[in-house]
């Protein structure tokens, strides 16, 4: 067990030597008490020092103290607290319910509402097919063969196991309602593996009546508010978990977490089992960047809240650093303007963009893609392209934008193309106006005052832009050989130039937890009282995003961590039919629908039942 250095220790070692070991990064520098944070931070005057100061191994601001316990005003007690009340933690909170009626639950979230992330997804991505666990842990195999990251495939077999029993949960036993597209699709997935046929992705299959996420978050709460089976479980927002509270010194056992109010104080949560279910860290790009090696400067991401409190929090205990973290970059785009503006996504996504670097040069083909794994996603590769250079500004003038005007979004194959895109208005000259004052985005009268507004170098800038003009009129691009049909004059002034960064949904991995989801040391033993699930947790990651896999991730994980702890630590036993009475996990007994309204009447009697 590693040793933490209290207040009097931190007095001994003096102001240079904490200063020189918190730059090291050494674990046991980590103060435990707010006391031991203000005496840390008092006694090491270099900045470098103080940035450490309640993040046990890296060097990121923590002006929020996570992972200090501090003095708290007053103490409570449940049976499990699980901490962020997106999909996982719902999915989690329900199920404990569900299983320990008598158990006292809390379930807690940082935001005014429910739902984080999940709330912007569209597809929950759940074949309604569970499978025998042979064939479960060849497919796992299978994906995992086709990672550049560390996959456990123990995890994915445990996710493909399940995931009939998942859905039926969700869509039977909840009537979460799925559209009848997807019905359809699920349908076809089962025919096909009733035939014997290999099912060789279980992502991409189903989407939600109503397009995303909340609605479904709306619902599950809903019932947890008016169903008087899940009396048991309190919802409390506006309310963040900040430290686990721990057995005395010991990182192998957590009794409980510290909550921070919305009226600034701290509450003791004494309890059996905490679920860190807190999302990602890609709103903390300045912690990402200590487990990521990937240049985070052209970044930013479109989750709610994902600050890495969960990492954070883990790291208190025995599991110690969290491993590397995957980002799921999507799409080239201009930060301030809404990721789905069609502006945005014109001159962020298309082949037809014309992209030069901080040398004010171009420096690839835009229509560039197959550099990763993955060459039906050729949106991400312009995310790449971004994060590759000092800086990236899309260019746009006359022609181009007539072009656009004319052509709506030609040859994006695909792109954050989220719920709603169709209903907002094709309209370019608003989309400009309204984002005209932004400081991603420059507009001048001439190439040269262009350059200099973007702070690239004039001369060659002007030549880029001349040459590719030059290069459409002639149909053909003498630097990087664009296919023709989408090289398109920049043309005329007023000219813009639009500063891409690359736009991370969310970040993958983190903290490692075994197969039912108890958050582990080292070496792999479990500590006790900590579950994890949600974006929070590894096993899952690849290099790439991994069209809609989190949800159905945050589903069976927030689920797992539920019916294990339900087990491990409240003595309870978790029924065998906990899915409902549906046969969904080995059967095919998915309604078929012929038209619309019987799907419509199918839907209306789920919602009544
Ligand atoms: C725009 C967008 C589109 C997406 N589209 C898809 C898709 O189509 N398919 C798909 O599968 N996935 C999609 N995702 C990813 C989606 O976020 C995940 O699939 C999944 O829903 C995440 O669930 P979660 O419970 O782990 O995290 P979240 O749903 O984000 O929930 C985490 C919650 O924890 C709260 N929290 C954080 N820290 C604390 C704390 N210290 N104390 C208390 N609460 C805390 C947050 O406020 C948040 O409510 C999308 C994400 C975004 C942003």
Not at 159 to 175: E, L, P, T, V
Not at 224 to 240: F, H, L, Q, S
Not at 245 to 274: C, H, R, S
Not at 591 to 598: C, G, H, K, R
Request: net charge negative; hydrophobic share 40%.
């Amino acid at each position: 067990m590693k040793e933490n250095i209290s207040r009097r220790n931190a007095l001994k070692l003096g102001a240079s030597a904490m200063a020189a070991a918190a730059v090291a990064g050494l674990a046991g520098c980590a103060p435990k008490t707010a006391e031991d944070a203000a005496s840390a931070s008092e006694l090491s005057n270099t900045a470098a020092a103080n940035s450490t100061v309640g993040t046990r191994y890296t060097k990121a601001d923590n002006s929020d103290e996570i992972g200090i316990v501090h003095e708290a005003a007053s103490e409570e007690d449940f049976d499990v607290v699980v901490v962020g009340a997106g999909m996982a933690g719902v999915v989690c909170a329900m199920v404990a319910a569900e299983q320990a009626p008598d158990a006292k639950i809390l379930l807690t979230e940082a935001q005014a509402i429910c739902g984080g992330g999940t709330n912007y997804a569209e597809q929950p991505d759940m074949p309604a097919q569970g499978v025998d666990w042979v064939t479960a842990m060849q497919e796992a195999d299978a994906e995992g063969a086709t990672s550049h990251f560390v996959k456990d495939t123990r995890l994915i077999a445990e996710r493909a196991y399940d995931i009939g029993r998942n859905s039926a949960w969700m869509f039977k036993k909840h009537a979460v309602p799925l559209t009848i597209k997807n019905m359809q699709r699920l349908q076809k997935t089962l025919t096909s593996f009733e035939a014997g046929e290999p099912i060789t992705r279980w992502n991409g299959i189903a989407g939600y009546e109503g397009g995303n996420g909340s609605l479904t978050i709306q619902r599950l709460t809903g019932e947890i508010d008016t169903d008087p089976a899940y009396a048991n479980v309190e919802i409390r927002v506006n309310t963040r978990g900040t430290a686990l509270l721990l057995d005395g010194d010991d990182e192998t056992k957590v009794v409980g977490v510290q909550l921070l109010d919305d009226g600034g104080d701290y509450i003791n949560i004494n309890t059996k089992a905490v679920v860190l279910a807190c999302g990602g860290m890609s709103n903390n790009l300045e912690l990402l960047q200590n487990y990521s090696n990937q240049e985070l400067t052209h970044c930013y991401s479109v989750e709610q809240n994902h600050f890495g409190d969960g990492f954070i929090m883990a790291e208190q205990t025995a599991h110690g650093r969290c491993k590397t973290i995957a980002l799921s970059s999507m799409q080239g785009s201009v930060n301030g303007m809404h990721y789905q503006a069609w502006l945005n996504l014109a001159v962020g996504q298309t082949p037809t963009a014309v992209f030069v670097n901080q040398d004010g040069i171009r420096f690839a083909d835009e229509n560039l893609y197959r550099i990763t794994d993955a060459p039906d996603l050729d949106n991400i590769n312009r995310s790449k392209l971004v994060e590759g250079q000092g800086a990236v500004y899309s260019i746009l003038g006359s022609n181009l934008l007539d072009y656009y005007k004319e052509n709506k979004l030609p040859g994006m194959t695909m792109s954050f193309y989220g719920d709603g895109q169709d209903e907002r208005p094709y309209d370019l000259d608003a989309d400009l106006e309204e984002y005209e004052g932004l400081d991603t985005v420059f507009k001048a009268d001439t190439l040269e005052e262009l350059a200099e507004a973007m702070g690239v170098p004039a001369d060659a800038f002007v030549e880029t832009i001349t040459t590719y003009d030059t290069d459409a009129s002639n149909g053909e691009d003498s630097a990087f050989l664009k296919d023709p049909e989408y090289l398109v004059a920049v043309g005329d002034a007023p000219y813009y130039g639009f500063k891409l960064s690359s736009l991370i949904v969310n970040t993958n991995g983190g903290v490692r937890v075994d197969h039912d989801c108890r958050v582990v040391d080292q070496d792999y033993n479990p500590v006790e009282g900590l579950y994890a699930a949600g974006l929070t947790i590894s096993g899952f990651v690849s290099d790439v995003y991994e069209t809609g896999n989190c949800q159905c991730v945050s589903i069976w994980s927030g689920s797992k961590a539920a019916r294990s702890l339900v087990e491990q630590c409240l003595g309870g036993t978790v029924a065998d039919d906990w899915y409902g009475d549906s046969e969904w996990d080995n059967a095919t007994d998915l309604p078929v629908f012929a038209n619309q309204d019987e799907y419509d009447a199918f839907v209306a009697e789920s919602a009544s039942a």
